[in-house]
């Protein structure tokens, strides 16, 4: 692992005291031995001598709160259409190909090179919704948490920090009791999503930590949620996570078993909190907006998924104008960099409704999209990855993102436009350092492992798609 640098300084620092972030000059970082920020001190015009001075503006690291490694290992691969109609239900079928036969070694492979370009790409911890636990053949591993730690491995060997969310997972519908066959390696208990929790959150392995999740409504019985919620109901130190109402069929389905809509059910019939986290919010009623918004719960929206699979728009302004937190997932992978996720966002809105800065609410004090954007991320994914504090702030973990103002698409620019152009002026590779618990992971736009991360995803994307199979 790169060193610990205790002391940094900063020409420009994006720093949250309370009303949104600012941008303020001369910021000096103390960053204790156990790798958070102990203090920070802006207004410092001139560098302490003994420290690092960083070479750019610089952002806190985002939370990628909704991720499945194993699928990156196929982005780009289901962009052609096999019959005549391509919705989430035939691309899941495809994903599902991979899910079955990737190996530890792979997912390994796979997840590492991924939480390096997720580190490049501004993200400094990931939330793994983990569902993919058992052999191929849907027998448990001689340890059942293989695959679990083959994730754990990964980002040790980045220097990513990483949520676990072991996954409870039981049918394939609301009226199905079982699994379909090719869901044979998702099964789960009540019981072992907990066991897992437990048995990740107790390794006390450096920057990982462990919440639990539900698949969703359709996944899972009430009795089981019931069951897993008693289970974890001391749980004061990781989320609880739930895809929510991401397909209209999904919706449909939810009304035909249960009689209400996913959110309108799950508000009616748990005690939500602050540990819940709604991925994909993406079919909500103003009404369901409301309850979960006294829920205190949070949304996580995943928008270059979203619109790869041709899921809808969430209700992004309503979210947001209700005060429920917000954050966002890389989910699929399809992208892989937080500035293209918060422009996805925007623009989705504005191709819907038609106008511009969507997101802004320049009455409330907020007229910059991208900052609004950035702050809900920031708060929000902090909430998603079961953290009390996040950002420059002192006891929160020392993340950092340092940028290249010589980047083209900043270049010139008034400074407190930086963050608006990292997100609306595209291509821009500005993301030119990443610090995580004080030691720089990624130097000059590359990871400190990146050859050997390379190599290692290489050979098992060419194992994975050997030809008879592409
Ligand atoms: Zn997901």
């Known amino acids: 692992m790169p060193p610990l640098q205790p002391l940094l300084w900063a020409p420009q620092a994006w720093i949250d005291q309370g009303h949104g972030g600012q941008w303020h000059t001369g910021v000096v970082l103390h960053v204790g031995s156990d790798g958070h920020w102990s203090a920070i001190q802006p207004g410092v015009a001139v560098p302490p001598a003994d420290a690092r001075v960083l070479a750019g ?264 104008g209700a005060g429920v937190p917000m954050s966002i997932g890389s989910d699929s992978h399809v992208t892989r960099a937080w500035p293209e996720e918060l422009r996805w966002l925007e623009y989705g809105q504005r191709l819907l409704k038609r106008q511009r800065n969507v997101a802004a609410a320049p009455v409330e004090g907020h007229p910059a999209t991208a900052s609004r954007l950035f702050d809900a991320a920031l708060a929000g994914g902090a909430a998603a990855a079961g953290f009390a504090s996040w950002g420059l702030e002192v006891g929160a973990r020392a993340d950092l993102l340092v940028l290249d103002p010589q980047d083209s698409a900043l270049l010139g620019l008034p400074p407190e436009r930086t963050l608006d152009a990292l997100v609306f002026s595209s291509p821009c590779d500005a993301v030119r350092e990443v610090y995580v618990a004080g030691r720089r992971v990624v130097h000059e736009r590359r990871h400190w492992q990146h050859e050997a991360l390379h190599t290692g995803f290489d050979s098992a994307m060419q194992a994975l798609w050997a030809p008879a199979d592409a």
């Open 57 to 320: 503006p610089v952002l806190p690291g985002l939370v990628n709160a909704h991720s499945h490694a194993f699928q990156r290992a196929f982005a780009g691969l289901a962009e052609r259409r096999e019959g005549e109609a391509d919705d989430f239900w035939s691309w899941r079928d495809r994903m599902y190909r991979v899910a079955l036969r990737i190996s530890p070694a792979q997912l390994q492979a796979v997840a590492a090179e991924l939480y390096s370009e997720l580190l490049r790409g501004g993200y400094t911890q990931v939330c793994e919704f983990h569902y993919l636990q058992h052999q191929p053949d849907g027998s448990p591993y001689a340890d059942p948490l293989a695959l679990s730690w083959a994730l754990a491995d990964a980002a040790q060997a980045t220097g990513i920090g990483l949520t676990m969310l072991p996954v409870l997972y039981q049918r394939a519908g609301f009226a199905q009791a079982t699994l379909r066959e090719d869901q044979r390696r998702f099964a789960t208990t009540p019981a072992a999503v907990w066991h897992a929790r437990q048995a990740l959150q107790q390794a006390r392995r450096p920057l990982l930590n462990a919440g639990i999740a539900v698949h969703s409504l359709r996944a899972a019985s009430r009795k089981s949620i019931a069951e897993l919620q008693r289970l974890s109901e001391g749980m004061d130190d990781g989320p609880l996570h739930i895809h929510i109402a991401e397909q209209t069929q999904e919706v449909d389905d939810c009304r035909a078993a249960n009689g209400a809509r996913p959110i309108e059910w799950l508000c009616r019939e748990f005690t939500l909190d602050a540990r819940w986290q709604l991925v994909h919010a993406t079919h909500a009623l103003p009404s369901e907006i409301e309850a979960v918004a006294r829920s205190g719960a949070g949304v996580v929206i995943c928008p270059s998924t979203e619109g790869n699979l041709g899921d809808g728009f969430a209700d992004l302004p309503s979210w947001l």
